[in-house]
């Protein structure tokens, strides 16, 4: 009996995946639950596994090609594995460096590895479960004194910079694939910036009384919750606070009809790497301060091993991007289109402010928000991170705003 391999149901903001890579080929044996082939899309990688055993009989898209949900993959011969175990082939005397197909590594360093010529199980992950980039090109570095580089091979076309000789291998130059997802990502920013009247509009916040209470509460908050009490949890709930007075803010605009949205699926842009992805805490108004941070944790840690699931990344009310985590003093953010506002967070520093008449150092962050002056005026942004301002800056406030 046939079995066929077919791309899983997508989220409703994903609409097609690509093959990155085909796990199995043809003739292989295939065990229940055996991963078959890994799905890139443009938020996170899927794994499509085997629903029976048998043995891969075709494969109808090879690694590269452009999938929907629903699409065969390929077909699972289930009588052949049912009447006689396929024999394997023998292993090749090079077996110790053959590369197994369980290895588990990131696309980008799957592609970095191809095109050097490196045999991906030969590489150790640094974190002992998957290899990144940062191994791929740590190991490349240590191979590259018994590696002689090629001689660059003129090219016959004519020179097209001044003049100067142009090689079609540069040993200078390196020239890679942009991955689907940052593919991706670069086309949603582009919509975004052309499908929004964006503006920007900037505020700065005293962070002294947050600070003493996470100094305060750290330790007894850390052994209660088994996690930090981070500024995230604070900024989520003084967001909530002034969607709440501003309801614009966490609307979107459906055609000629502005929908708001009366619930709070606030979305945390981490930094991953292949790009940066958005996942959303659900019904953040309705979670606690140790609630939003174990979320938070749950998903950097999922992020950093690849395990986010595509059910984190749909929707999303509002979002809340930290580049003060990588030192940023200063941005602005892009709005996370359908949404209409975006929160930039910013590095915490001591500067001299005037406080009753007197110049006192203070640690202070600059907030950024952008958003689309379609449907929001200058006075309601202005006023929603003013809002935002007053609960950070008396985060008692929160209990009751938040």
């Known amino acids: 009996m046939a079995f066929n391999i077919v791309v899983p149901p997508l989220s409703e903001s994903v609409v097609d995946a690509t093959i990155s890579e085909w796990l199995k080929k043809v003739g292989d044996s295939v065990k229940t639950g055996d991963v078959l082939v890994v799905l890139e899309t443009d938020k996170v ?34 009588v052949a594995s049912a009447t006689a175990p396929v024999a394997t082939a ?93 593919r991706t990502i670069a086309q949603n920013l ?21 600070m003493e209470v996470r100094a305060r509460r750290k330790e007894s908050f850390q052994k209660k919750f088994n996690v930090g009490l981070g500024f995230s949890s604070f900024f989520v709930k003084a967001s909530i606070g002034a969607l709440k007075a501003f309801p614009l803010l966490n609307a979107e605009i459906d055609g000629d009809f502005i929908v708001k949205k009366n619930y709070y699926d606030i979305g945390m842009a981490i930094g991953a790497e292949e790009g940066l992805v958005v996942p959303v805490l659900r019904n953040a108004d309705r979670m606690s301060f140790a609630e939003i941070e174990l979320k938070i944790k749950e ?52 500067r001299p402010v005037v406080v009753n008449g007197e110049i006192v150092i203070r640690p202070m962050m600059y907030v950024a928000m952008s958003y689309d002056h379609r449907i929001v005026d200058g006075r309601e942004a202005v006023q929603f991170v003013v809002a935002i301002k007053n609960l950070i800056e008396d985060p008692e406030n929160l209990l009751l705003e938040g």
């Open 90 to 182: 023998p292993a090749p005397a090079d077996s110790a460096s053959a590369p197994s197909a369980e290895t588990k590594a990131s696309p980008v360093a799957k592609r970095i590895a191809e095109a050097n010529d490196v045999n991906i199980a030969q590489v150790p992950a640094a974190d002992g479960n998957r290899v990144k980039k940062a191994d791929v090109e740590q190991f490349i570095n240590k191979q590259a004194p018994a590696v002689s580089a090629p001689a660059p091979v003129a090219s016959s076309a004519p020179a097209s910079n001044g003049g100067l000789s142009v090689f079609e291998n540069n040993p200078r130059e390196e020239r890679a694939k942009m991955s689907r997802r940052r």
């Open 299 to 350: 998903y950097a840690e999922q992020v950093r091993n690849g395990s986010l699931g595509l059910e984190a990344l749909v929707g999303g009310t509002f979002t809340i991007t930290n580049g003060g985590v990588f030192g940023s003093l200063m941005s602005t953010p892009i709005v996370n289109y359908p949404q209409v506002a975006i929160l930039g967070l910013h590095a915490i520093k001591d």
């Open 45 to 78: 990688n899927l794994e499509v596994t085997a629903e029976s055993g048998g043995v891969l009989k075709s494969i109808a898209h090879p690694e590269g090609d452009d999938v929907k949900a629903g699409e065969v993959l390929g077909v699972i011969d289930g």
């Open 190 to 210: 582009l919509n975004a910036t052309q499908s929004t009247a964006m503006l920007t509009t900037f505020n700065e916040i005293d962070m002294g009384k947050v």
